[in-house]
């Protein structure tokens, strides 16, 4: 967990920088793990989140507060009832322990001042939100925990509170740098140095101690007991810095992301390890970065699960289609051999006079071949000669009819499996519940899903996407495949410049020209839009074509989004997700342009 206690150490400075001494003035609770307090000054209001979710545990300032609930949890009216109007008096961490201490001046039903306590650990699964009195008992907590869960500490009301049980790690705010060199010593040879660091000192996380390792190993794997001089003096260089940070409080927010975009891991120092394989952003509060890194990350984990039917639906179909073509495609390989049947019924036709009468094979020669070989012909002893040589015509009719249809049926599946290629990629780029609620007309529309009963209620069409050049042409990407029909069939002038990704699934991409010669510059930057927004988006010289719109044609039939085109060139691009938000900038900054 990325959310260790020197950050936590961190979000704590923060919390009294803008907090201390502020009246509470809200408590919601949106959902059963999370907490909302809203801070009031004469000047400002802060909202505070406090999550117990397992994933996601944290404590920090908000801007994104989930929707609440038309009535209260239990917990959240006792917190109203005891709470609203005090004042945070402080705010403590036990060492670098995974918790915080909310302190807050409180008056009780007589009107008499308390100090009453909100406890926030941080701790995984076991994370927890917990409602402490005066003389530190429990009044309640947001997870119960009795006997039956856990026999080592219960979290119970009426029972004093007690801190987490001791890892018999060392703290960096305590600990000397001799007391953790010789502690570095009584772990196995052959443990890494990062899995040391994490074992040995407290509230330091996996991303931490790998940084630690690889400022110390300059990129090489190193073990605790196998470092050598110079390595051991980088240690406990870098680690005194760290330390001293640490202590100060004076760390900054650092935050790596793919480059999908998507995040990965956060601390209080830069982060170097991944080198060329990931981005590192800074931030310019450790509250806004948690609040980025925590929104889209449940934002990716809550699209995937209710996307889930949805994906569902699309393999259960491709893998029905595969089954159909693999199945069609050897009856049309016994297909091929339907000119042997003919052969042998002409055979049978010239020799009718010399087949005996109930026999089950005959050997007549071969008239089609020069030397004339003999032939051993199966037939059915209870039909006479002709009969026999007119089931082999018959059979051969039947075979050159199946081939021609299995042939067209074979085309159409293979269009289907493309077709539901293409919902795949659209189905991992979608990024709100709008998009896949627009998935999710469109299968139903093609008879993949079945269309609920009852009047549904339609939601409004998205808008494509839209971009501008660096010189200052408009670009448009469709969301999805519905989208691209309308976009480049409907939408898009004859003159506008269509793009799409040769033979991989995408996004339609046009470049409105009103009228314009379209520069090498739009097409190069559209042609990297329309390569990010497609399955190509992780790859590198990603062949896009791009041609007039007027060449572009949807055949008779065909599924949304499945169109032709002729007369086109291609371009080679890398998708490039800097070029992909400057661009969408440019269009941003256009836009106020026009509204001023």
């Not at 760390?251 to 975009?261: D, E, L, R």
Request: aromatic share 8%; charged share 25%.
């Amino acid at each position: 967990m990325a959310l260790d206690g020197a950050f936590l150490r961190h979000i704590k400075k923060e919390i009294e920088e803008a907090a201390l001494g502020a009246k509470l003035d809200k408590i919601y609770q949106p959902n059963r793990e999370e907490m909302v307090l809203t801070f009031r000054t004469r000047s400002d209001t802060m909202k505070l989140l406090m999550s117990a979710r397992a994933n996601s545990a944290r404590i920090h300032f908000t801007q994104y507060v989930p929707e609440n609930p038309k009535s209260p949890p239990m917990l959240c009216m006792l917190l109203r009832k005891r709470l609203l109007g005090a004042r945070l008096a402080e705010v403590r961490q036990p060492g670098l322990e995974r918790l915080l201490c909310l302190d807050f001046d409180a008056v009780n039903e007589l009107g008499d001042p308390v100090r009453l306590t909100l406890v926030m650990e941080i701790m995984g699964r076991y994370s927890n939100i917990i409602f402490v009195d005066e003389n530190g008992k429990i009044i309640d907590a947001l997870k119960r925990v009795d006997a039956e869960m856990s026999s080592e500490r219960l979290v119970l009301p009426g029972l004093t509170y007690q801190l987490p049980p001791p890892q018999n790690k060392l703290c960096l705010l305590q600990a000397s740098m001799r007391e953790i060199e010789d502690g570095l010593q009584s772990i196995p040879s052959d443990m890494e140095l990062s899995k040391a660091l994490l074992n040995h000192l407290q509230g330091l996380s996996p991303i931490v101690c790998r940084e630690l390792a690889y400022l110390t190993g300059r990129g090489s794997d190193v073990t605790a007991k196998t470092m050598t001089a110079e390595q051991r003096e980088r240690l406990f260089y870098f680690l005194g810095r760290m330390a001293e940070t640490v202590k100060n409080r004076d760390g900054k927010p650092y935050m790596v992301v793919s480059p999908a975009q998507k995040p990965i891991d956060f601390s209080f120092f830069n982060i170097e390890q991944y080198g060329l394989t990931a981005v590192v952003k800074s931030y310019t509060r450790f509250s806004e970065l948690l609040d980025a890194f925590y929104t889209e990350r449940d934002r990716i984990d809550r699209m995937r699960v209710r996307s889930q039917d949805l994906l569902r639906v699309l393999t259960t179909a491709s893998e029905r289609l595969s089954r159909k073509i693999n199945l069609q495609r050897a009856e049309l390989s016994r297909c091929a051999e339907r000119d042997t049947l003919r052969i042998y019924g002409d055979i049978l036709s010239a020799n009718l006079y010399t087949i005996p009468k109930g026999a089950s094979f005959v050997e007549l020669q071969n008239f089609y071949e020069e030397d004339l070989p003999l032939v051993k012909i199966k037939l059915n002893p209870a039909l006479s000669p002709s009969q026999n040589a007119q089931k082999y015509y018959k059979e051969y009719h039947k075979a050159s009819t199946a081939e021609k249809m299995l042939a067209v049926q074979i085309q159409q599946a293979q269009q289907e499996l493309e077709y539901l290629d293409t919902v795949f990629d659209e189905l991992s780029r979608a990024a709100t519940e709008r998009d896949l609620s627009e998935i999710r007309e469109e299968l139903t529309e093609q008879g993949y899903i079945r269309a609920s009963k009852g009047r549904q209620k339609q939601l409004a069409s998205m808008g494509p996407m839209e971009f501008a050049s660096s010189d200052g042409f408009l670009i448009l990407v469709g969301r999805n495949n519905r989208q691209n029909d309308r976009l480049t069939l409907k939408q898009a002038n004859k003159n506008d410049i269509w793009l799409h990704t040769k033979n991989i699934p995408g996004s339609h991409t046009i470049i409105v020209t009103q009228g314009r010669d379209v520069t090498e510059t739009a097409i190069f930057e559209a042609a990297n839009l329309a390569a990010f927004y497609s399955r190509g988006k992780e790859s590198s010289k990603v062949p896009v074509d791009y041609t007039e719109v007027r060449h572009v044609s949807k055949p008779q039939g065909a599924k949304p989004g499945m169109v032709i085109y002729v007369n086109y060139k291609t371009i080679y691009v890398t998708p490039d997700s800097g070029l992909v938000d400057s661009l969408k900038s440019n269009f941003n900054g256009k836009r106020m342009e026009s509204v001023l």
